[in-house]
């Protein structure tokens, strides 16, 4: 069975920074591309990031580039997602997801462009 398990989130000032973590099982975590995507409160998903299997090729949208940093550790199968200089828009439920083509990792932003994700880690970005 495939598991998606995020974690690290939480409530941050204008600034600050989270690292968020997904730990994976069930599943050859190495052989997968993963991306980072995200929800906020009554709007549709948003992708965030994503990172090849090998993890030598990173994409992120326009909104986080220079903020955000995607890594993985494959030995470990688990995804982290480091955030820094946060703001109120990035306020969401971020969830770790596996895409369904491999095209999907750089941008896909429908659920079914998805075979399978967490249940999320929520980020409030708050004073």
């Known amino acids: 069975e495939w598991r998606l398990v995020e974690s690290g989130g939480g409530l941050v000032q204008p600034g600050g920074s989270l690292r968020l973590s997904c730990v994976t099982s069930g599943f050859t975590f190495e052989t997968f591309d993963v991306s980072w995507v995200r929800q906020a409160p009554g709007k549709g998903l948003e992708w965030v990031s994503g990172?090849?299997?090998?993890?030598?090729?990173?994409y992120y949208a326009d909104s986080v580039k220079g903020r955000f940093t995607i890594s993985r550790d494959n030995a470990k199968k688990t995804l982290y997602l480091q955030m820094t200089s946060l703001q109120t828009a990035d306020t969401a439920v971020y969830y770790c997801?596996?895409?369904?083509?491999?095209?999907?990792?750089?941008?896909?932003?429908?659920?079914?462009?998805?075979?399978?994700w967490g249940r999320g880690t929520q980020v409030i970005v708050s004073s």
């Open positions: 990172i090849r299997s090998h993890g030598g090729t990173t």
């Open positions: 997801a596996v895409p369904r083509d491999v095209n999907g990792v750089d941008g896909a932003s429908e659920w079914d462009d998805y075979n399978y």
